[in-house]
Protein backbone atom coordinates (compact mmCIF):
# COMPACT_ATOMS: atom_id res chain seq x y z
CA UNK A 1 0.00 0.00 0.00
CA UNK A 2 1.01 3.56 -0.72
CA UNK A 3 1.95 5.26 2.72
CA UNK A 4 0.38 8.56 1.74
CA UNK A 5 -3.13 6.30 1.76
CA UNK A 6 -2.37 6.26 5.49
CA UNK A 7 -1.92 9.96 6.24
CA UNK A 8 -4.82 11.82 7.69
CA UNK A 9 -7.27 13.69 6.15
CA UNK A 10 -4.69 16.73 7.68
CA UNK A 11 -1.74 15.16 6.98
CA UNK A 12 -2.37 14.94 3.42
CA UNK A 13 -4.54 18.39 3.19
CA UNK A 14 -0.75 19.96 4.68
CA UNK A 15 1.33 17.76 2.55
CA UNK A 16 -0.47 19.11 -0.41
CA UNK A 17 -0.05 22.90 0.54
CA UNK A 18 3.67 22.44 0.75
CA UNK A 19 3.96 20.97 -2.70
CA UNK A 20 4.73 17.02 -1.06
CA UNK A 21 2.04 15.79 -3.16
CA UNK A 22 -0.34 17.17 -6.19
CA UNK A 23 -4.48 16.67 -5.71
CA UNK A 24 -4.25 14.71 -8.72
CA UNK A 25 -2.09 12.58 -7.65
CA UNK A 26 -3.74 11.55 -4.55
CA UNK A 27 -7.19 11.53 -6.61
CA UNK A 28 -5.38 9.06 -8.40
CA UNK A 29 -3.83 7.06 -6.08
CA UNK A 30 -7.63 7.23 -3.93
CA UNK A 31 -9.58 6.22 -7.26
CA UNK A 32 -6.98 3.03 -7.59
CA UNK A 33 -7.13 1.70 -4.27
CA UNK A 34 -11.29 2.59 -4.32
CA UNK A 35 -12.10 0.41 -7.65
CA UNK A 36 -9.64 -2.35 -6.69
CA UNK A 37 -10.80 -2.84 -3.52
CA UNK A 38 -13.11 -5.97 -2.55
CA UNK A 39 -15.53 -4.73 -0.01
CA UNK A 40 -18.32 -2.74 -2.30
CA UNK A 41 -17.95 0.35 -0.37
CA UNK A 42 -18.96 1.99 -3.22
CA UNK A 43 -22.32 2.36 -5.39
CA UNK A 44 -20.96 5.14 -7.76
CA UNK A 45 -17.38 6.11 -8.87
CA UNK A 46 -16.84 9.49 -10.23
CA UNK A 47 -13.93 8.76 -11.47
CA UNK A 48 -13.50 11.40 -14.68
CA UNK A 49 -15.01 14.24 -12.79
CA UNK A 50 -12.63 13.62 -9.54
CA UNK A 51 -9.56 13.85 -11.99
CA UNK A 52 -10.54 17.08 -13.64
CA UNK A 53 -11.68 18.75 -10.60
CA UNK A 54 -8.07 17.96 -8.91
CA UNK A 55 -6.38 19.78 -11.96
CA UNK A 56 -8.29 22.58 -11.51
CA UNK A 57 -7.93 22.58 -7.62
CA UNK A 58 -4.23 22.50 -7.97
CA UNK A 59 -4.12 25.31 -10.22
CA UNK A 60 -5.91 27.39 -7.40
CA UNK A 61 -4.06 25.95 -4.72
CA UNK A 62 -1.87 28.72 -3.47
CA UNK A 63 -5.19 30.55 -2.41
CA UNK A 64 -6.65 27.52 -0.16
CA UNK A 65 -7.63 28.36 2.87
CA UNK A 66 -8.99 24.72 4.30
CA UNK A 67 -6.74 22.15 5.78
CA UNK A 68 -8.63 19.90 3.88
CA UNK A 69 -8.14 21.55 0.68
CA UNK A 70 -7.90 19.05 -2.24
CA UNK A 71 -8.06 16.07 -0.06
CA UNK A 72 -10.12 13.03 -1.83
CA UNK A 73 -13.27 11.75 -0.26
CA UNK A 74 -16.77 10.16 -0.02
CA UNK A 75 -20.54 10.83 -0.42
CA UNK A 76 -22.81 8.65 1.33
CA UNK A 77 -25.27 7.89 -1.09
CA UNK A 78 -28.55 9.39 0.50
CA UNK A 79 -26.97 12.70 0.05
CA UNK A 80 -28.03 14.17 -3.04
CA UNK A 81 -24.90 15.03 -5.56
CA UNK A 82 -26.38 17.55 -8.53
CA UNK A 83 -25.71 15.47 -11.59
CA UNK A 84 -24.33 12.74 -10.27
CA UNK A 85 -26.45 9.21 -9.29
CA UNK A 86 -27.91 9.19 -5.70
CA UNK A 87 -29.97 6.01 -5.17
CA UNK A 88 -30.08 5.49 -1.55
CA UNK A 89 -29.24 2.04 -2.24
CA UNK A 90 -32.88 1.59 -3.48
CA UNK A 91 -33.97 0.50 -6.18
CA UNK A 92 -37.04 2.51 -6.42
CA UNK A 93 -34.64 5.68 -7.42
CA UNK A 94 -33.36 3.98 -10.32
CA UNK A 95 -30.64 6.05 -11.37
CA UNK A 96 -31.59 9.32 -10.29
CA UNK A 97 -29.51 12.37 -10.37
CA UNK A 98 -30.66 15.12 -8.56
CA UNK A 99 -30.88 18.37 -10.03
CA UNK A 100 -29.43 20.13 -7.26
CA UNK A 101 -26.73 19.79 -4.14
CA UNK A 102 -27.22 18.39 -0.96
CA UNK A 103 -25.67 21.96 1.50
CA UNK A 104 -23.44 19.38 3.26
CA UNK A 105 -21.42 18.29 0.42
CA UNK A 106 -21.51 22.29 -1.03
CA UNK A 107 -20.03 22.90 1.78
CA UNK A 108 -17.62 20.72 1.69
CA UNK A 109 -16.88 21.58 -2.29
CA UNK A 110 -16.12 25.00 -1.40
CA UNK A 111 -13.88 24.06 1.02
CA UNK A 112 -11.92 21.97 -1.12
CA UNK A 113 -13.16 18.34 -1.21
CA UNK A 114 -12.23 15.90 -4.18
CA UNK A 115 -15.32 13.43 -4.16
CA UNK A 116 -14.50 10.39 -5.37
CA UNK A 117 -17.39 8.64 -5.36
CA UNK A 118 -20.79 7.63 -3.65
CA UNK A 119 -20.70 5.33 -0.68
CA UNK A 120 -23.18 2.17 -0.52
CA UNK A 121 -25.22 1.96 2.63
CA UNK A 122 -28.13 0.07 4.12
CA UNK A 123 -31.17 1.00 1.51
CA UNK A 124 -32.86 4.30 2.79
CA UNK A 125 -30.46 4.00 5.57
CA UNK A 126 -32.67 1.37 6.90
CA UNK A 127 -30.36 -1.19 8.43
CA UNK A 128 -27.72 -2.18 10.75
CA UNK A 129 -25.49 -3.50 8.88
CA UNK A 130 -25.14 -2.47 5.21
CA UNK A 131 -26.59 -5.72 3.84
CA UNK A 132 -29.99 -4.26 2.50
CA UNK A 133 -28.41 -2.15 0.11
CA UNK A 134 -30.32 -2.88 -3.57
CA UNK A 135 -26.03 -2.79 -4.35
CA UNK A 136 -25.02 -6.19 -2.22
CA UNK A 137 -23.48 -5.75 0.92
CA UNK A 138 -20.54 -3.85 1.96
CA UNK A 139 -17.12 -6.12 3.93
CA UNK A 140 -15.75 -4.99 6.18
CA UNK A 141 -11.68 -4.52 5.55
CA UNK A 142 -10.54 -6.24 9.07
CA UNK A 143 -11.90 -9.53 7.69
CA UNK A 144 -14.21 -10.24 5.01
CA UNK A 145 -16.52 -12.63 6.42
CA UNK A 146 -18.33 -9.55 8.43
CA UNK A 147 -20.27 -6.93 8.21
CA UNK A 148 -19.05 -3.16 8.26
CA UNK A 149 -21.98 -1.84 10.40
CA UNK A 150 -24.66 0.45 8.90
CA UNK A 151 -26.08 1.94 7.63
CA UNK A 152 -23.16 4.36 6.83
CA UNK A 153 -21.30 0.59 5.87
CA UNK A 154 -19.76 1.97 3.06
CA UNK A 155 -18.45 5.52 3.84
CA UNK A 156 -16.46 3.44 7.26
CA UNK A 157 -15.35 0.60 5.32
CA UNK A 158 -14.12 3.03 2.67
CA UNK A 159 -11.85 4.95 5.33
CA UNK A 160 -10.84 2.13 6.77
CA UNK A 161 -9.96 0.08 3.89
CA UNK A 162 -7.65 3.16 2.53
CA UNK A 163 -9.74 4.16 -0.51
CA UNK A 164 -9.92 7.47 0.38
CA UNK A 165 -8.79 9.73 3.66
CA UNK A 166 -12.32 10.64 4.92
CA UNK A 167 -16.13 10.37 4.02
CA UNK A 168 -19.52 11.77 5.50
CA UNK A 169 -22.40 9.57 6.60
CA UNK A 170 -25.63 10.58 8.01
CA UNK A 171 -26.70 9.47 11.70
CA UNK A 172 -30.26 8.66 12.18
CA UNK A 173 -30.01 5.72 15.12
CA UNK A 174 -26.12 4.90 14.98
CA UNK A 175 -25.43 4.97 11.34
CA UNK A 176 -22.21 6.86 12.03
CA UNK A 177 -21.25 6.00 14.93
CA UNK A 178 -21.57 1.62 14.74
CA UNK A 179 -20.02 1.11 11.37
CA UNK A 180 -17.34 3.76 12.63
CA UNK A 181 -17.45 0.88 15.84
CA UNK A 182 -16.68 -1.99 13.48
CA UNK A 183 -14.45 -0.47 10.92
CA UNK A 184 -11.93 0.96 13.27
CA UNK A 185 -12.48 4.70 12.50
CA UNK A 186 -13.56 7.51 13.77
CA UNK A 187 -17.15 9.27 13.29
CA UNK A 188 -19.34 11.80 14.85
CA UNK A 189 -23.41 12.54 15.08
CA UNK A 190 -23.36 16.44 15.64
CA UNK A 191 -26.31 17.92 17.45
CA UNK A 192 -29.46 17.88 15.87
CA UNK A 193 -29.36 21.09 13.67
CA UNK A 194 -25.79 21.81 13.50
CA UNK A 195 -25.43 20.02 10.15
CA UNK A 196 -28.29 20.88 7.03
CA UNK A 197 -30.17 18.67 6.11
CA UNK A 198 -31.01 20.23 3.09
CA UNK A 199 -30.39 17.64 0.27
CA UNK A 200 -30.37 14.75 2.36
CA UNK A 201 -32.99 12.11 2.15
CA UNK A 202 -34.96 12.08 4.46
CA UNK A 203 -35.60 8.75 6.82
CA UNK A 204 -36.69 10.09 9.96
CA UNK A 205 -36.58 13.88 10.53
CA UNK A 206 -36.31 14.65 13.62
CA UNK A 207 -33.62 12.52 13.97
CA UNK A 208 -31.39 12.28 10.94
CA UNK A 209 -28.18 14.38 10.71
CA UNK A 210 -25.11 14.45 8.47
CA UNK A 211 -21.05 13.51 9.74
CA UNK A 212 -17.89 12.56 9.15
CA UNK A 213 -16.10 9.12 8.94
CA UNK A 214 -12.71 9.66 9.28
CA UNK A 215 -9.26 8.19 10.57
CA UNK A 216 -9.06 10.48 13.89
CA UNK A 217 -10.81 13.38 15.77
CA UNK A 218 -8.65 16.49 14.70
CA UNK A 219 -10.25 15.14 11.08
CA UNK A 220 -13.45 14.77 12.27
CA UNK A 221 -12.56 18.65 13.69
CA UNK A 222 -11.64 19.88 10.19
CA UNK A 223 -14.16 18.20 8.77
CA UNK A 224 -17.24 19.81 11.35
CA UNK A 225 -15.50 22.67 10.92
CA UNK A 226 -16.22 22.67 7.17
CA UNK A 227 -19.93 20.82 7.34
CA UNK A 228 -21.71 22.95 10.38
CA UNK A 229 -23.60 26.28 9.93
CA UNK A 230 -27.08 28.02 10.00
CA UNK A 231 -28.58 27.44 6.56
CA UNK A 232 -31.67 28.69 5.87
CA UNK A 233 -32.94 25.93 3.53
CA UNK A 234 -33.44 23.34 6.90
CA UNK A 235 -35.68 24.51 9.21
CA UNK A 236 -34.71 22.98 12.22
CA UNK A 237 -31.00 24.59 11.61
CA UNK A 238 -29.63 25.62 14.44
CA UNK A 239 -27.51 29.59 14.93
CA UNK A 240 -24.22 28.96 16.81
CA UNK A 241 -20.70 29.52 17.58
CA UNK A 242 -19.70 27.65 14.44
CA UNK A 243 -15.43 26.66 13.14
CA UNK A 244 -13.52 26.35 15.77
CA UNK A 245 -13.10 22.85 16.45
CA UNK A 246 -10.12 22.10 15.19
CA UNK A 247 -7.96 25.32 16.73
CA UNK A 248 -10.04 23.78 19.94
CA UNK A 249 -8.18 20.46 20.24
CA UNK A 250 -5.71 21.14 22.92
CA UNK A 251 -5.70 17.55 24.43
CA UNK A 252 -5.74 18.77 27.83
CA UNK A 253 -9.06 17.25 29.38
CA UNK A 254 -8.05 18.11 33.53
CA UNK A 255 -11.54 18.57 35.42
CA UNK A 256 -13.20 17.08 32.63
CA UNK A 257 -16.27 14.82 34.73
CA UNK A 258 -16.55 11.73 32.47
CA UNK A 259 -19.74 9.87 33.37
CA UNK A 260 -19.63 6.35 33.05
CA UNK A 261 -23.68 5.12 32.88
CA UNK A 262 -23.87 1.51 34.55
CA UNK A 263 -26.92 0.80 32.93
CA UNK A 264 -24.84 0.50 29.71
CA UNK A 265 -22.53 -2.25 30.96
CA UNK A 266 -24.99 -4.76 32.27
CA UNK A 267 -26.21 -8.02 30.45
CA UNK A 268 -25.56 -8.56 26.81
CA UNK A 269 -22.38 -6.22 26.80
CA UNK A 270 -19.84 -8.40 25.40
CA UNK A 271 -16.73 -8.62 27.76
CA UNK A 272 -13.96 -7.57 25.48
CA UNK A 273 -15.82 -4.76 24.56
CA UNK A 274 -16.78 -4.31 28.39
CA UNK A 275 -13.29 -3.91 29.11
CA UNK A 276 -11.92 -2.01 26.13
CA UNK A 277 -14.38 0.71 26.85
CA UNK A 278 -13.83 0.85 30.07
CA UNK A 279 -9.84 1.38 29.41
CA UNK A 280 -10.54 4.40 27.96
CA UNK A 281 -11.73 5.90 31.60
CA UNK A 282 -8.40 4.97 32.99
CA UNK A 283 -6.28 6.51 29.79
CA UNK A 284 -8.73 10.39 30.06
CA UNK A 285 -8.18 9.67 33.96
CA UNK A 286 -4.29 9.48 34.01
CA UNK A 287 -4.57 12.95 31.73
CA UNK A 288 -6.67 14.74 34.09
CA UNK A 289 -10.32 14.01 33.86
CA UNK A 290 -12.30 12.64 37.01
CA UNK A 291 -14.26 9.62 36.50
CA UNK A 292 -17.94 8.92 38.02
CA UNK A 293 -20.23 6.21 37.85
CA UNK A 294 -23.71 7.11 37.57
CA UNK A 295 -27.35 5.64 36.46
CA UNK A 296 -28.88 6.24 33.44
CA UNK A 297 -32.53 4.35 34.19
CA UNK A 298 -34.02 4.73 30.65
CA UNK A 299 -32.16 2.00 28.79
CA UNK A 300 -34.99 -0.95 28.40
CA UNK A 301 -36.97 2.27 26.65
CA UNK A 302 -34.87 3.55 23.98
CA UNK A 303 -35.17 0.68 20.83
CA UNK A 304 -38.62 0.63 20.99
CA UNK A 305 -39.18 4.54 21.46
CA UNK A 306 -36.81 4.76 18.46
CA UNK A 307 -38.34 2.70 16.24
CA UNK A 308 -41.98 3.94 16.89
CA UNK A 309 -40.66 7.07 15.92
CA UNK A 310 -38.18 5.95 13.14
CA UNK A 311 -40.87 4.01 11.40
CA UNK A 312 -43.35 6.62 11.62
CA UNK A 313 -41.63 9.48 10.29
CA UNK A 314 -40.15 6.98 7.39
CA UNK A 315 -43.89 5.80 6.83
CA UNK A 316 -44.49 9.46 5.97
CA UNK A 317 -42.05 10.64 4.54
CA UNK A 318 -41.28 7.41 1.95
CA UNK A 319 -44.73 8.52 0.68
CA UNK A 320 -42.98 10.86 -2.26
CA UNK A 321 -41.67 7.61 -3.88
CA UNK A 322 -44.44 6.62 -6.04
CA UNK A 323 -42.76 5.90 -9.76
CA UNK A 324 -44.58 9.24 -10.52
CA UNK A 325 -41.47 12.35 -9.78
CA UNK A 326 -38.32 10.24 -9.99
CA UNK A 327 -36.57 7.47 -10.55
CA UNK A 328 -38.02 3.75 -11.27
CA UNK A 329 -41.24 2.51 -12.28
CA UNK A 330 -42.88 -0.66 -12.81
CA UNK A 331 -43.98 -2.18 -15.68
CA UNK A 332 -47.67 -3.78 -16.32
CA UNK A 333 -49.35 -1.62 -13.95
CA UNK A 334 -53.48 -0.94 -13.92
CA UNK A 335 -54.64 2.55 -13.35
CA UNK A 336 -52.74 5.18 -11.07
CA UNK A 337 -53.50 3.20 -7.40
CA UNK A 338 -51.77 0.25 -8.84
CA UNK A 339 -48.80 1.77 -10.41
CA UNK A 340 -47.98 2.97 -7.22
CA UNK A 341 -48.68 0.09 -5.52
CA UNK A 342 -46.54 -1.86 -7.90
CA UNK A 343 -43.49 0.31 -7.98
CA UNK A 344 -43.68 0.46 -4.51
CA UNK A 345 -43.71 -3.27 -3.66
CA UNK A 346 -41.02 -3.84 -6.51
CA UNK A 347 -38.86 -0.98 -5.98
CA UNK A 348 -38.50 -1.50 -1.88
CA UNK A 349 -36.60 -3.91 -0.17
CA UNK A 350 -38.41 -6.27 2.68
CA UNK A 351 -36.69 -3.90 5.52
CA UNK A 352 -37.63 -0.58 3.54
CA UNK A 353 -41.11 -2.34 3.66
CA UNK A 354 -41.22 -3.89 6.82
CA UNK A 355 -40.21 -0.09 8.71
CA UNK A 356 -42.79 1.53 6.29
CA UNK A 357 -45.58 -0.50 7.61
CA UNK A 358 -44.77 -0.74 11.06
CA UNK A 359 -44.94 3.45 10.89
CA UNK A 360 -48.43 3.23 9.28
CA UNK A 361 -49.67 0.88 11.72
CA UNK A 362 -47.72 3.41 14.70
CA UNK A 363 -49.35 6.23 13.25
CA UNK A 364 -53.30 4.66 12.28
CA UNK A 365 -56.28 5.32 14.12
CA UNK A 366 -56.89 3.00 16.92
CA UNK A 367 -52.92 2.89 18.00
CA UNK A 368 -51.97 6.49 17.34
CA UNK A 369 -52.26 6.81 21.28
CA UNK A 370 -50.92 3.46 22.48
CA UNK A 371 -47.51 3.53 20.45
CA UNK A 372 -46.57 7.07 18.53
CA UNK A 373 -47.97 9.45 21.06
CA UNK A 374 -46.59 7.05 23.91
CA UNK A 375 -43.13 7.03 22.39
CA UNK A 376 -43.03 11.09 21.90
CA UNK A 377 -43.96 10.68 25.98
CA UNK A 378 -41.16 8.22 26.48
CA UNK A 379 -38.54 10.55 24.32
CA UNK A 380 -39.32 13.23 26.97
CA UNK A 381 -38.42 10.95 29.57
CA UNK A 382 -34.62 10.01 27.83
CA UNK A 383 -34.38 13.51 26.88
CA UNK A 384 -35.10 14.12 31.24
CA UNK A 385 -32.74 11.55 31.57
CA UNK A 386 -29.62 12.51 29.63
CA UNK A 387 -30.11 16.41 30.73
CA UNK A 388 -29.96 14.66 35.09
CA UNK A 389 -26.95 12.61 33.57
CA UNK A 390 -25.33 16.01 32.61
CA UNK A 391 -25.90 17.70 36.17
CA UNK A 392 -23.27 15.49 37.41
CA UNK A 393 -21.13 14.84 34.19
CA UNK A 394 -19.73 16.23 31.23
CA UNK A 395 -19.38 13.79 29.04
CA UNK A 396 -20.87 10.15 28.76
CA UNK A 397 -18.59 6.66 28.00
CA UNK A 398 -20.86 4.11 26.99
CA UNK A 399 -20.38 1.88 24.53
CA UNK A 400 -20.97 1.78 20.72
CA UNK A 401 -22.23 -1.61 20.13
CA UNK A 402 -22.79 -4.65 22.29
CA UNK A 403 -20.16 -6.54 20.41
CA UNK A 404 -18.41 -6.36 17.50
CA UNK A 405 -18.74 -6.51 13.87
CA UNK A 406 -21.14 -9.73 13.31
CA UNK A 407 -20.56 -12.47 10.43
CA UNK A 408 -22.50 -11.73 6.83
CA UNK A 409 -26.13 -13.25 6.64
CA UNK A 410 -26.33 -13.36 10.81
CA UNK A 411 -28.54 -10.29 11.08
CA UNK A 412 -31.03 -10.25 8.27
CA UNK A 413 -33.41 -13.55 9.26
CA UNK A 414 -34.25 -11.83 12.73
CA UNK A 415 -35.14 -7.95 12.65
CA UNK A 416 -35.94 -7.28 16.24
CA UNK A 417 -32.54 -8.61 17.14
CA UNK A 418 -30.63 -6.46 14.57
CA UNK A 419 -32.91 -3.26 15.92
CA UNK A 420 -31.79 -4.13 19.50
CA UNK A 421 -27.86 -3.90 19.09
CA UNK A 422 -28.93 -0.38 18.54
CA UNK A 423 -29.70 -0.16 22.28
CA UNK A 424 -26.19 2.17 22.99
CA UNK A 425 -26.77 4.68 20.15
CA UNK A 426 -30.38 5.53 19.41
CA UNK A 427 -30.93 7.70 22.46
CA UNK A 428 -28.26 9.88 21.47
CA UNK A 429 -30.51 11.02 18.28
CA UNK A 430 -33.52 10.88 20.45
CA UNK A 431 -32.13 13.29 22.56
CA UNK A 432 -30.47 15.46 19.71
CA UNK A 433 -27.11 15.10 21.59
CA UNK A 434 -23.45 15.02 19.98
CA UNK A 435 -22.04 11.51 19.70
CA UNK A 436 -18.57 10.54 18.69
CA UNK A 437 -17.82 6.70 18.13
CA UNK A 438 -13.65 6.42 18.14
CA UNK A 439 -11.47 2.88 18.47
CA UNK A 440 -10.25 1.52 21.72
CA UNK A 441 -8.66 -2.09 21.40
CA UNK A 442 -9.52 -5.29 19.29
CA UNK A 443 -11.00 -8.25 20.44
CA UNK A 444 -10.05 -11.83 19.99
CA UNK A 445 -10.74 -12.20 16.67
CA UNK A 446 -8.48 -9.19 15.65
CA UNK A 447 -11.89 -7.01 15.15
CA UNK A 448 -11.91 -3.32 16.40
CA UNK A 449 -13.59 -1.99 19.66
CA UNK A 450 -15.52 1.49 19.56
CA UNK A 451 -16.07 3.27 22.34
CA UNK A 452 -18.52 6.27 22.41
CA UNK A 453 -18.27 9.54 23.91
CA UNK A 454 -21.97 11.17 24.33
CA UNK A 455 -21.67 15.50 25.27
CA UNK A 456 -24.28 17.62 25.82
CA UNK A 457 -26.07 19.78 23.00
CA UNK A 458 -23.21 21.69 21.37
CA UNK A 459 -20.70 19.79 23.32
CA UNK A 460 -18.40 18.94 20.03
CA UNK A 461 -15.65 20.86 21.04
CA UNK A 462 -15.31 18.57 24.59
CA UNK A 463 -16.17 15.68 22.54
CA UNK A 464 -13.65 16.10 20.23
CA UNK A 465 -10.66 17.30 22.89
CA UNK A 466 -11.73 14.30 25.12
CA UNK A 467 -10.89 11.73 21.95
CA UNK A 468 -7.93 14.00 20.88
CA UNK A 469 -6.58 13.43 24.18
CA UNK A 470 -7.22 10.14 24.26
CA UNK A 471 -6.15 9.50 20.85
CA UNK A 472 -2.50 11.52 21.82
CA UNK A 473 -1.86 8.40 24.31
CA UNK A 474 -3.14 5.63 22.08
CA UNK A 475 -2.89 4.32 18.63
CA UNK A 476 -5.86 1.93 17.69
CA UNK A 477 -6.73 4.55 15.47
CA UNK A 478 -3.88 3.97 13.43
CA UNK A 479 -3.75 0.54 13.00
CA UNK A 480 -5.42 -0.67 9.65
CA UNK A 481 -6.44 -3.91 8.60
CA UNK A 482 -3.86 -6.02 7.36
CA UNK A 483 -1.47 -4.23 9.42
CA UNK A 484 -0.03 -5.71 12.92
CA UNK A 485 -2.41 -5.49 15.43
CA UNK A 486 -0.79 -5.57 18.65
CA UNK A 487 2.65 -3.91 18.13
CA UNK A 488 3.64 -1.70 20.82
CA UNK A 489 3.07 1.90 21.05
CA UNK A 490 5.61 3.82 19.54
CA UNK A 491 5.90 6.81 22.29
CA UNK A 492 6.02 6.20 25.74
CA UNK A 493 3.23 8.02 27.04
CA UNK A 494 2.02 8.05 31.13
CA UNK A 495 -0.83 5.91 29.95
CA UNK A 496 1.25 3.26 28.73
CA UNK A 497 -0.06 0.93 31.73
CA UNK A 498 -3.75 1.87 30.12
CA UNK A 499 -2.39 0.96 26.60
CA UNK A 500 -1.25 -2.54 27.82
CA UNK A 501 -4.59 -3.35 29.66
CA UNK A 502 -6.82 -2.00 26.08
CA UNK A 503 -4.31 -4.42 24.00
CA UNK A 504 -6.80 -7.31 24.71
CA UNK A 505 -5.88 -9.17 21.03
CA UNK A 506 -3.02 -10.88 22.99
CA UNK B 1 -50.94 -7.72 20.91
CA UNK B 2 -52.46 -9.62 18.03
CA UNK B 3 -51.50 -8.52 14.48
CA UNK B 4 -53.43 -10.44 12.12
CA UNK B 5 -53.60 -10.94 8.42
CA UNK B 6 -56.42 -8.83 8.12
CA UNK B 7 -54.11 -5.82 10.16
CA UNK B 8 -51.01 -6.12 7.87
CA UNK B 9 -54.28 -6.16 4.52
CA UNK B 10 -54.86 -2.92 6.02
CA UNK B 11 -51.82 -0.83 6.38
CA UNK B 12 -50.58 -2.39 3.69
CA UNK B 13 -53.18 -0.74 1.74
CA UNK B 14 -52.58 2.96 3.65
CA UNK B 15 -49.47 2.00 2.43
CA UNK B 16 -49.46 1.35 -0.85
CA UNK B 17 -47.94 -1.66 -0.82
CA UNK B 18 -49.06 -5.08 -1.93
CA UNK B 19 -47.34 -7.81 -0.61
CA UNK B 20 -46.89 -11.15 -2.53
CA UNK B 21 -49.08 -14.07 -0.01
CA UNK B 22 -45.71 -15.95 1.10
CA UNK B 23 -44.18 -12.13 2.09
CA UNK B 24 -47.19 -11.23 4.06
CA UNK B 25 -46.94 -14.35 6.18
CA UNK B 26 -43.24 -13.55 6.99
CA UNK B 27 -44.00 -10.13 7.93
CA UNK B 28 -46.90 -10.44 10.17
CA UNK B 29 -45.19 -12.70 12.42
CA UNK B 30 -41.98 -10.68 11.93
CA UNK B 31 -44.48 -7.01 13.01
CA UNK B 32 -46.08 -9.39 15.39
CA UNK B 33 -42.65 -9.46 17.35
CA UNK B 34 -41.46 -6.48 16.80
CA UNK B 35 -45.03 -4.64 18.74
CA UNK B 36 -45.18 -7.34 21.35
CA UNK B 37 -41.47 -5.92 22.12
CA UNK B 38 -42.73 -2.25 22.09
CA UNK B 39 -45.32 -3.08 24.41
CA UNK B 40 -42.56 -2.83 27.04
CA UNK B 41 -43.18 1.06 26.89
CA UNK B 42 -46.22 0.43 28.98
CA UNK B 43 -44.08 0.01 31.73
CA UNK B 44 -42.99 3.09 32.26
CA UNK B 45 -45.38 5.72 33.82
CA UNK B 46 -45.76 8.22 31.37
CA UNK B 47 -49.36 10.37 32.93
CA UNK B 48 -49.11 13.86 32.36
CA UNK B 49 -46.16 14.22 30.67
CA UNK B 50 -45.92 16.31 27.51
CA UNK B 51 -45.45 14.35 24.40
CA UNK B 52 -41.72 15.80 22.57
CA UNK B 53 -41.72 16.33 18.91
CA UNK B 54 -38.74 18.40 19.18
CA UNK B 55 -35.59 18.54 21.12
CA UNK B 56 -34.93 22.34 20.74
CA UNK B 57 -38.01 24.53 21.39
CA UNK B 58 -38.04 26.20 17.63
CA UNK B 59 -41.25 27.58 16.80
CA UNK B 60 -42.47 29.19 13.57
CA UNK B 61 -38.79 29.84 12.07
CA UNK B 62 -39.66 32.92 9.86
CA UNK B 63 -37.82 34.96 7.13
CA UNK B 64 -38.67 37.97 4.85
CA UNK B 65 -40.58 37.27 1.82
CA UNK B 66 -38.40 37.62 -1.06
CA UNK B 67 -37.97 36.61 -4.87
CA UNK B 68 -36.30 33.94 -6.13
CA UNK B 69 -35.45 31.96 -9.34
CA UNK B 70 -37.49 28.41 -8.74
CA UNK B 71 -35.64 25.20 -10.26
CA UNK B 72 -35.56 24.64 -13.43
CA UNK B 73 -38.69 22.84 -14.80
CA UNK B 74 -36.97 20.33 -17.66
CA UNK B 75 -34.46 19.49 -15.13
CA UNK B 76 -36.91 18.52 -12.82
CA UNK B 77 -38.61 16.92 -15.05
CA UNK B 78 -35.61 14.80 -16.67
CA UNK B 79 -35.86 12.23 -13.41
CA UNK B 80 -39.34 11.27 -14.04
CA UNK B 81 -39.76 7.91 -15.26
CA UNK B 82 -42.09 9.03 -17.72
CA UNK B 83 -40.49 11.63 -19.75
CA UNK B 84 -42.42 14.70 -20.98
CA UNK B 85 -41.20 18.25 -21.56
CA UNK B 86 -44.02 19.57 -19.60
CA UNK B 87 -45.51 17.46 -17.25
CA UNK B 88 -45.46 14.23 -14.82
CA UNK B 89 -47.21 11.49 -16.97
CA UNK B 90 -49.61 8.95 -15.16
CA UNK B 91 -52.28 7.29 -16.16
CA UNK B 92 -55.45 8.57 -16.64
CA UNK B 93 -57.33 9.02 -12.70
CA UNK B 94 -60.32 10.67 -13.34
CA UNK B 95 -63.28 9.71 -15.72
Redesign the interface.
Known amino acids: MNELLDLTALELGAAIKKGDVSIPEATVLALNAAQCAPHNAFITFTAEGAIKRAEELQKGLKDARSPLYGVPMGIKDNICTRGIKTSCASKIL ?1 D ?5 EATASARLTEAGAVSIGKTNMDEFAMGSTTETSFYGPVKNPWDLSRVPGGSSGGSAAAVAARCCWYAIGSDTGGSIRQPASYCGVTGVKPT ?2 TVSRYGLIAYAS ?1 LDQIGPLARDAADCAAILDVLQGRD ?1 RD ?2 S ?1 DGQYGHLLEGLTGDVRGLKIGIPTDCFGDGLNAEVRRAVLAVADVLKSRGTEVVELSFPVM ?2 V ?3 Y ?2 IAAAEA ?1 SNL ?1 RF ?8 AEG ?1 D ?3 D ?4 T ?2 EG ?1 G ?1 EV ?2 R ?3 G ?2 VL ?1 SGYYDA ?1 Y ?9 I ?1 EAFDRAFESCDLLLPPVAPTTAPKLGESLSD ?2 QM ?1 LSDVYTVSVN ?3 LPGLSMPCGFDSHGLPIGAQLIGP ?1 FGEGRLLNAAHAFQLDTDWHRRRPGGPLSQPAADSSPSGGAKAEGGITA | MKITTELVDYISELSRLSLPEEEKAAMTAQLEQIVGYMDVLNRLDTAGVEPMSHVFPLKNVLREDEVVPSQDRTELLAGAPAPDPEAFLVPKAVE
Open positions: GFEPPYYGSHGTLEYVPTYISSDGVKYGWRYGLTLYNKRTFMKRILLTFSYRKALQVKAVKPLYLAGH
